[in-house]
């Protein structure tokens, strides 16, 4: 938050989108961000590419992480002869892998985000071709594969782990030299095991885990309010460290829950004008989602309005 910036003049969709995109990096993920750093480097210097995994339960922001670093390295654009926008150098890929996928149906996901969806046809040959080939022109240096939990096909669901999309993907990165990041729920894991050389490229699980009460983490999730209450575009502070106990009860540290009741306490802030956002507001916000079975009423509702 700018102290000289007056927030009431600004645009209500700007203000809402500001909301939207806060991001609070967090410790361990910039320990993350420096081990990428040093994945994408040795592979620029002909290091064998290697993965690395993330993982942790849903809502606790490790899509948000990613994504927020894929942003620090957009992609260089021009106009063809067609009048039509070209990608000619793409540092990060990042592709979310669609539910329930096939070999076919995770390459098709790969060309539509390399190039766009009207090239995603044909036999697999074809879109290996595609994928390998503009992995090499747009210089791409690091694949992020979020999702990836979802590489197990429902055919040989409860065999191990075993998927055909990640011995897919484990190819692609061997004949390219191209890096990646393997993101997903915990389950990740059993799939890079039950896959021998995948397991050998991908080595030690980086984990992701909602924040919690006890010792440091309360004062980490204390930290944390602070630098979301400041990014917040309002000319007054929520004092969200003055409410970070109750915050705590009602989304039990994960990001996901916590970023709906302060989206839609902001947006009710900013619809009524005010100038920060409000005790009333909160209670409104927590008042939308489903009612935490740790307790018994709406903490923040002091007035008995959203009974």
Not at 24 to 48: C, S, W
Request: with cysteine.
């Amino acid at each position: 938050m700018t102290a000289s910036r007056n927030w009431n003049l600004e645009a209500d969709e700007e203000r809402l989108r500001l909301v939207f995109n806060a991001f609070i990096p967090r410790g361990i993920t910039t320990d993350y961000i420096k081990e990428v750093a040093r994945v994408r480097r040795n592979a620029r210097l002909g290091q064998p590419a290697g993965c690395l995994v993330v993982t942790g339960p849903a809502g606790v922001g490790k899509s948000t992480f990613l994504k927020q670093y894929v942003a620090q390295f957009p992609p260089k654009v021009s106009i063809d002869e067609r009048g039509e926008e070209i990608v000619t150098q793409r540092p990060v890929l990042y592709v979310e892998i669609p539910s329930d996928t096939t070999v076919i149906g995770a390459a098709q996901e790969f060309v539509t985000k390399l190039m766009s969806a009207r090239y995603a046809k044909g036999s697999r040959g074809v879109l290996d071709g595609a994928i390998k080939h503009q992995l090499e022109r747009q210089q791409v240096e690091l694949v992020i594969a979020d999702e990836f939990q979802n590489v197990q096909e429902k055919a040989l669901k409860g065999k191990s782990g075993e998927s055909r999309v990640a011995d897919w993907l484990k190819m692609i990165m061997k004949v390219t030299n191209v890096p990646f990041v393997l993101a997903g729920l915990p389950e990740t894991m059993n799939i890079i095991k039950a896959n021998d050389q995948l397991a050998t490229l991908a080595g030690k699980e980086r984990k992701i885990s909602a924040y919690t009460w006890e010792g440091e983490g309360r004062k980490s999730w204390k930290a944390f309010l602070g630098a979301l209450d400041k990014a917040l575009p309002f000319d007054q502070l929520a004092r969200l460290v003055g409410h970070a106990e109750n915050l705590f009860l009602v989304t039990q540290g994960n990001l996901r829950t916590l970023s709906f009741i302060v989206h839609d306490a902001a947006s009710r802030a900013i619809e009524a004008g005010r100038p920060g956002i409000s005790l009333e507001d909160l209670a409104y916000g927590y008042h939308l989602r489903p009612e935490s079975p740790l307790i018994k009423r709406n903490p923040f509702d002091v007035d008995g309005l959203f009974r």
